[in-house]
T-cell receptor
Framework: GQNIDQPTEMTATEGAIVQINCTYQ??????LFWYQQHAGEAPTFLSY??LDGLEEKGRFSSFLSRSKGYSYLLLKELQMKDSASYLC??????????WGAGTKLIIKP | GAVVSQHPSWVICKSGTSVKIECRSL??????MFWYRQFPKQSLMLMAT?????????EQGVEKDKFLINHASLTLSTLTVTSAHPEDSSFYIC???????????FGPGTRLTVL
């Protein structure tokens, strides 16, 4: 079956760095997405990785290792507004998005 | 990035009535649109995949006669919740996939409350 695992909840301090991990087992791979979702809102796109390595975009970076079926989202200089759920999603061989359950990130002052 | 709109953004209806939700891709053509449902504190759950001009493909456990999907054009898909009941109260989100790209662009969601 297809499976995506990410921690249920993480807590971090304002100004710090946090890394949210995602491991996946899917039938085929055509890219991995990270989305941010605030409570009561639709997900918003953060990053897309299809090749191994690190993609940096401002305070957010995303890493992919296809051989390990592993990705992480790195958030630097955390702000209170970063409190949200972070969803990992993988596009399988049929270009269907397979979603992780999401990681709720709590930022404390 | 591409823009997807949903209408209405929220709706309250009485049990037994039907509710239609529209999903539009505003600046691109989408041959495929997806309908998701999300209950509080849970992740997105794919309900169905809608391809323009053909019947929608429903995920296991989703009643196709209750959740009617129409994708009549490359920019519009509709989800009709028929004979809605309180347990249908949820956050319904659509996404659209560009024909030239495989990224999904999300609409803002529709919050349905059935009394």
């Amino acid at each position: 079956g297809q499976n995506i695992d990410q921690p249920t909840e993480m807590t971090a301090t304002e100004g710090a760095i946090v890394q949210i991990n995602c491991t996946y087992q899917t039938s085929g791979f055509n890219g991995l997405f990270w989305y941010q979702q605030h409570a009561g809102e639709a997900p918003t796109f953060l990053s897309y990785n299809v090749l191994d390595g690190l993609e940096e975009k401002g305070r957010f970076s995303s890493f992919l290792s296809r051989s390990k079926g592993y990705s992480y989202l790195l958030l630097k200089e955390l702000q209170m507004k970063d409190s949200a759920s972070y969803l990992c999603a993988v596009t399988d061989s049929n270009y269907q998005l397979i979603w992780g359950a999401g990681t709720k990130l709590i930022i404390k002052p | 990035g591409a823009v997807v709109s949903q209408h209405p953004s929220w709706v309250i209806c009485k049990s037994g009535t039907s509710v239609k939700i529209e999903c539009r891709s505003l600046d691109f053509q989408a041959t495929t649109m997806f309908w998701y449902r999300q209950f509080p504190k849970q992740s997105l759950m794919l309900m169905a995949t809608s391809n323009e001009g053909s019947k929608a493909t429903y995920e296991q456990g989703v009643e196709k006669d209750k959740f009617l999907i129409n994708h009549a054009s490359l920019t519009l898909s509709t989800l009709t919740v028929t004979s809605a009941h309180p347990e249908d109260s949820s956050f319904y989100i659509c996404s659209a996939r560009d024909t030239a790209d495989h990224e999904q662009f999300f609409g803002p969601g529709t919050r349905l409350t059935v009394l």
